[in-house]
């Protein structure tokens, strides 16, 4: 049976942009959301089942670092798998995520083969 | 520290892995040249050990061929498609100097994209900052990244 993936990103170019990739991933997708900030985001996760949520970090009214904390503390959600993609990838700032729950992190720009590298495990 | 060929080989990897368009790049430009013919412009600033404005200038069908590749669709005008489309190469392309340059031990902050755009405008360097302008080619025509800088 094919999974639902959430992308997080406030621009709708990447949004778009990781749907591409994620099918050319050559993983099995039924469903594709999106969200473009982490409160929205939330929402999302509260009404549907997602299986794992790509999440942007530098975002406007929630960060993804604000969503992974706010994801963390609602029990219902917070098993969910979260993989962060950013041009913000230093060892600082995914520490920091990573120490808030995410499972690894991607770097624009990327290629289809790492976003299936990433994301198979996690599936 | 050679700043033409970090943009050079982040433009490359951004237009090959992401964007899926044939690129080729010119000599860059070492300033002088403010009017560059173009009608969409992204911009990002970037500060911390060095302090710059990093964009990337596009006439209007070279801008519209770019967003419409990167969301695989044509795009009629310039609008916000477009525009959103030139910020997240300029993010992406200030982020890949980030890292280039944090392996140098130079770290940088970056802000957040802003673009413009227009039928006559200008973009300028303060007086004392440096400027590299690098063109590239793309089927559509002509585009320029170009990094304004001062060295804290």
Known sequence: MGKTVLIVDDSNTMRKIVSRALRQAGIDFSEILEAADGQLALDVLGSNEVD?????????????????????????????????????TGADIIDQAKALGAKGAIKKPFTPDLINEILSPLL | MEFAQKISSVTKEIFASMIFLDLTSGEPISQGQEDLGCHVSAM???????????????????????????????????????????GEIANMLAGGLKETFAAE?????LAI???????????????????????FDIEAGRFYIDLKYSLS
Not at chain 1, 59 to 80: C, R, V, Y
Not at chain 2, 105 to 109: A, E, R, V
């Open chain 1, 52 to 88: 794992v949520v790509l999440s942007d970090i530098n975002m406007p009214n929630m960060t993804g670092l604000e969503f992974l904390k706010a994801k963390s503390e609602d029990d219902a959600i917070k098993d969910i798998p979260v993989v962060m993609i950013s041009t913000e």
């Open chain 2, 44 to 86: 990002i600033g970037l500060s911390g050990d060095i302090n710059a404005i990093l964009g990337i200038h596009c006439p209007a069908v070279v801008g519209k061929a770019i967003g419409g590749a990167m969301l695989g669709m044509e795009l009629e005008e310039v609008d916000e498609d477009t525009k959103d489309a030139l």
């Open chain 2, 105 to 109: 031990k130079i770290d940088i902050l």
């Open chain 2, 113 to 135: 994209p802003t673009t413009i755009s227009g039928n006559s405008y200008k973009v300028s360097a303060p007086t004392g900052s440096n400027r590299i302008i690098i063109p």
